[in-house]
């Protein structure tokens, strides 16, 4: 009978094994590490979901008014979450594939750092050719995760003020009061004005001819926004009883004074407009004067 070498099968058989089973071992820590981040990930992004009112109106009718809203703050809050939840997984999946791939072409016997040269300076270049487009996402990440603004709100961003109708990582797109669409690269965003996160404020200067009585004036105004303060219609509109601040300043058609309203977000321009209407209809009947600083003609021709 033929003699068998079994030593030399059992080291070709190990030699024959070894690449494969390692590529095999490789991938599996992979996947195993990248299931360990996106259940981090996920807790983070479950944490980030919970938050409660900010503290300077935690103890206001305000914050009594907007724990009424609570669920759907909290709703925007997931969705936000959830955002970044998502960026953070592709992200993390996408290293973790690259470092995967590097170490099996390592075990493919495959000459790799050419590969993590190549990595290097295409890195280097991308980070001087694209530093705006960087800036743009870095602007991004940070804006969702601060809540500044989302799908809805009406915001000031500078050059462009309006709706905002969609938010991305790398541009917002907005839709002013004419209908004109704005795209606003998020790295070139400076300064941000919400006028739709938690309340508003209805400021109404009105002006008075300077024979008016200011007393008179301002019982009037304090009358009709707490009408319309405790009128079913607008319950949950204003959310805090008005305040007449008085005398505001003196303009040469006559003296203004100021009257403010805290309101639901966005309801703001709603309430000034019915407040404008009770004050014309009021000082009417009461005989006061609205100035203007247009003179009507009142010759033969007119």
């Given at each position: 009978m033929p003699h068998l070498d079994v030593n030399w099968d059992i080291r070709d058989l190990d030699l024959h094994w070894a690449t494969p089973g390692t590529i095999v071992l490789i991938i599996f820590v992979g996947l195993l590490f990248r299931w360990f981040v996106n259940r981090a990930i996920d807790?983070?992004?479950?944490?980030?979901?919970k938050g409660n009112l900010p503290g300077i109106i935690a103890n206001t009718k305000a914050g009594d008014f907007l724990s009424e809203l609570r669920p759907g703050n909290s709703e925007r809050r997931k969705q936000r979450a959830q955002t970044m939840g998502s960026l953070l997984k592709s992200i993390a999946s996408g290293l973790i594939l690259a470092i995967v791939i590097v170490m099996v072409l390592a075990q493919l016997n495959v000459n790799i750092a050419p590969i993590i040269a190549s990595a290097g300076?295409?890195?280097?270049?991308?980070?001087?050719?694209a530093q705006n487009l960087v800036k743009d996402f870095?602007?991004?990440?940070?804006?969702?995760l601060e809540d500044q603004y989302g799908v809805g709100d009406v915001v000031d961003l500078g050059e462009a003020t309006g709706v905002v109708e969609a938010v991305g990582l790398r541009v917002t797109r907005l839709r002013d009061v004419n209908g004109t669409v704005w795209y606003v690269r998020n790295g070139e965003v400076l300064r941000?004005?919400?006028?739709?996160?938690n309340w508003a404020r209805t400021?109404?200067?009105?002006?008075?001819?300077?024979e008016a009585d200011l007393d008179q004036v301002q019982t009037i105004l304090q009358e009709e926004a707490t009408a319309m303060f405790e009128d079913p219609q607008f319950h949950d509109v204003i959310i805090e009883a008005?305040?007449?601040?008085g005398v505001e300043r003196f303009d040469k058609d006559g003296a203004v004074v100021r009257v403010v309203l805290k309101t639901?977000?966005?309801e703001q321009w709603q309430v000034a407009r019915a407040m404008r209407q009770r004050i014309k209809h009021r000082f009417d009947a009461a005989g006061i004067r609205i100035p203007t600083s247009f003179q009507t003609s009142t010759g033969p021709d007119a």
């Open positions: 807790r983070l992004v479950a944490r980030a979901s300076i295409i890195g280097v270049a991308f980070g001087f050719g870095l602007a991004g990440i940070f804006m969702i941000v004005g919400n006028q739709s996160q400021v109404l200067d009105i002006t008075v001819g300077y008005p305040e007449v601040w639901a977000p966005l």
